[in-house]
């Protein structure tokens, strides 16, 4: 009788759940207690294309240690987590292993975050992986990787072309490569130089601006952070990229999303450029094995004083849940000091993860995918400039630039209206916060 | 209490609870956090109507609330008015009508959500290689313009809807007396005579619930929107449904984003009852 109205309770409760759709959300608490024997620590990830080799380490782990078990959950990138993450505090069912973007999630999710400087991986992190996550003293995140914005191109189609990449380190050597392309478009078998996915407003709201506004904050997350304004100093350059790139685009550009530039254009090698970043590499290698092995990652030209610099940085942060029990957080920093400091989790982090790590006492020549390889080799040269796009304003990449750059690519209004309408947005998202 | 009663409300306790627990109780939570700033993790402040104030300047919201009013006029009109003439056509008595009625109501068993992204698929690639085809321009870029994307939407919302609408229509058809419809055949009414003249008034009814049924399914439409266009170009394409999401989960103003449901709440609500009021006045026995 019981059992049985639970299940209905239960089906009623998902039912209304999926209808309920402007109503809130509210909490079940719960509480949840651990058996004494075994620590369980409670993963919850955010890369979904880390699931398998999360899972896989996380067994591995689980064998040569007794008396912790580590669970690995992994729910969908972006938006989604931060929602999924949110009802899960809500619920009292926080995760003991949890990930960060930015100083934002820094703020919201303070009475969450403990200190992890202890952490033996944390010693050895590269100098400014720690930036974002620093309060005083404390060390409030791991950091997971580092990634690199930019724009990946097919060398093949760049060598039939004539075109030399490493050239391309002005705005007009970028139009010019467009150009060239443009007019051999026929003779090298592409659709259109370059696939810009102007749907998707974290490519453009985002990655597209993030170059720009970078030198604004000497690349530093935290001072992006910190800005009450911006005032769009490279706002002309930023025009002719996003001019010359939404001429040579394949098109339409408004409805264009990311499986289809990447996908559907580059993979095939219909595209020859793609503004995207290091991640990439496995779902290019997933659609064509021996077109990935000939690709590369270039820097989004700006001006003189960026020429040749990447954008590098780290995109994310494992953090260690505060309100858990002390063993739980000592048994989720040991996790996470083994797979960034032992020989099998490093091993796991290059061959399985593939990332560039943030980490020293790594083999970089184990580093398989190009894209990867090249940020390396960006990073090593000191040919770099700081990821800043984690500190902009709440929803502003979202709702206060993608959209006006959508409107300026479709005649709505002009380039000045744009910029003006996005330093206000900006302004008006920081007096809220 | 008698014993009737007992089992009634044993019976309907487990429904009666659910309800409480998952419509009612976080019904009134959200009323009272719209008059906070709760931010969806942690302690709030009580900031009195400056949500309700700011709301209503919000121009992304009453954006958002004028295209969706758009939106459901056109689609409650086109959802009904196919829904019908598929019932009447399916109530005729002709080879394959049963199948007819299978497929109809087809559409409305796959998600919304898949339901979306088939339909995106359509849009963006067989609507472009139908227009390189025949060289009909603008085909192309279906869901790239605010005026192609919307009616986009409206396209996928009445190919869903029309079919369920059309199976409650097809219950009040068939419950007409045929008695009257013989007696107007014997008075020699013609074809239309005998649909607008008895058939219409007598489904009367299924109008108030039919009404009902799209006014409030359009106006919270969430998962097609998400799936098609995701507001874009520019959020011109963004209902209301999806600005209060996004106020919540994107802007981390929970309090905010709360105080916009229960407005849109309210305006739903008045604009249902009044319809449901002034269509059942319509009813008649027969």
């Not at chain 1, 079940?28 to 080799?53: A, L, P």
């Not at chain 1, 990867?372 to 500190?391: C, E, H, N, P, R």
Request: glycine share 8%; proline share 3%; with cysteine.
């Amino acid at each position: 009788m019981l059992g049985t109205k639970h299940k209905l309770v239960k089906s009623v409760v998902v039912g209304a759940a999926l209808l309920g759709g402007a109503m809130t959300m509210t909490a079940c608490s719960s509480s949840s207690s651990s058996s004494s024997k075994t620590t369980t620590v409670d993963f919850y990830n955010m890369k979904v294309e880390f699931k398998d080799q999360l899972n896989a380490a996380a067994a591995t782990y689980n064998k040569t240690h007794k008396g912790v078990k580590v669970k690995v959950t992994s729910v969908g990138g972006g938006t989604d987590y931060q929602t999924a993450l949110k009802a899960k505090m809500q619920s009292g069912k926080t995760p003991d292993i949890f990930a960060l973007e930015g100083p934002q999630q820094l703020q919201t999710y303070k009475k969450y975050l403990s200190d992890v400087s202890s952490g033996k991986a944390i010693k050895k992190a590269l100098p400014g992986t720690l930036n974002t996550v620093k309060s005083g003293s404390q060390v409030l995140g791991y950091p997971v990787l580092q990634e690199a914005i930019g724009i990946v191109y097919n060398k093949t189609i760049f060598q039939k072309a004539g075109i030399d990449a490493s050239k391309i380190t002005t705005m007009a050597a970028y139009e010019n490569a467009l150009q060239t392309l443009n007019d051999k478009k026929s003779e090298l078998g592409i659709e259109a130089a370059t696939a810009f996915p102007m749907k998707e407003w974290w490519v453009i709201g985002q990655h597209a601006v993030d170059p720009f506004l970078s030198q604004e904050f000497n690349g530093s997350v935290t001072k992006a952070y910190n800005a009450k304004t911006i005032s769009w100093k490279n706002s002309d350059y930023f025009k002719q990229y996003i001019d010359a790139t939404t001429k040579y685009s394949a098109q339409p550009v408004q409805s264009m999303d990311y499986s289809t530039q990447i996908e559907k254009l580059f993979s095939t090698g219909k595209v020859a450029m793609a503004e995207q970043g290091t991640w990439v590499y496995p779902t290019i290698e997933s659609v064509d094995k021996n077109l990935a092995k000939n690709i590369g990652i270039i820097p989004i030209p700006v001006n003189n004083e960026s020429a040749g610099k990447l954008p590098v940085g780290v995109t994310q942060w494992w953090a260690v849940n505060k309100q858990a029990d002390t063993k739980t957080q000592k048994a989720s920093r040991d996790f996470l000091d083994w797979l960034f400091t032992s020989k099998e989790g490093k091993n796991i982090v290059l061959t399985k993860l593939k990332v560039v790590p943030a980490y020293s006492g790594f083999d970089s020549s184990k580093i398989s995918d190009p894209l990867g390889k090249d940020a390396y080799s960006y990073i090593s040269d000191k040919k770099t400039q700081g990821l800043v796009f984690g500190g902009f304003a709440t929803d502003w990449a979202q709702n206060g630039m993608a959209p006006e750059l959508q409107k300026y690519v479709a005649g709505k209004e002009s380039w000045n209206t744009a910029i003006k309408n996005s330093e206000a947005a900006w302004k008006t998202a920081r007096a809220g916060q | 209490m008698s014993k009737k009663k007992t089992w009634f409300y044993l019976f309907s306790a487990p429904v009666l609870i659910a309800l409480f627990l998952v419509v009612l109780l976080p019904f009134f939570y959200g009323i009272f956090y719209s008059f906070t700033n709760w931010d969806g993790v942690s302690q709030s402040a009580f900031v009195g109507i400056s949500n309700y104030i700011n709301a209503l300047k919000d121009p992304t919201y009453l954006a958002s609330l004028w295209f969706t009013i758009k939106f459901s006029v056109i689609a409650i009109v086109l959802i009904n008015v196919i829904g019908l003439g598929l019932a009447v056509l399916v109530t005729n008595k002709f080879k394959g009508a049963n199948i007819l009625r299978t497929i109809f109501f087809m559409p409305n068993l796959i998600g919304g959500l898949i339901l979306g992204f088939i339909w995106q698929f359509i849009f963006v690639e067989a609507f472009s290689a139908f227009g390189k085809l025949t060289g009909i321009p603008g085909l192309g870029s279906w869901l790239a313009t605010t005026n192609t994307g919307f009616w986009a939407l409206v396209i996928v919302m009445v190919w869903q809807y029309s079919g369920y609408i059309m199976v409650i229509y097809i219950s009040y058809l068939q419950g007409i007396d045929q008695s009257l419809l013989e007696a107007a055949d014997l008075d020699g009414a013609t074809a239309m005579q005998k649909f607008w003249q008895i058939k219409f008034p007598l489904i009367m009814p299924g109008f108030t619930v039919s009404l009902f049924m799209t006014l409030s399914n359009c106006f919270k439409l969430y998962d097609q929107n998400l799936s098609l266009t995701a507001g874009g170009p520019y959020n011109s394409t963004q209902m209301v449904a999806m600005n209060i999401y996004n106020t919540a989960f994107s802007m981390n103003k929970m309090g905010f984003a709360q105080a916009k449901a229960v407005i849109f709440f309210v305006f739903v609500a008045i604009i249902s009852l009044t319809q449901v009021y002034l269509t059942s006045r319509k009813e008649i026995e027969a």
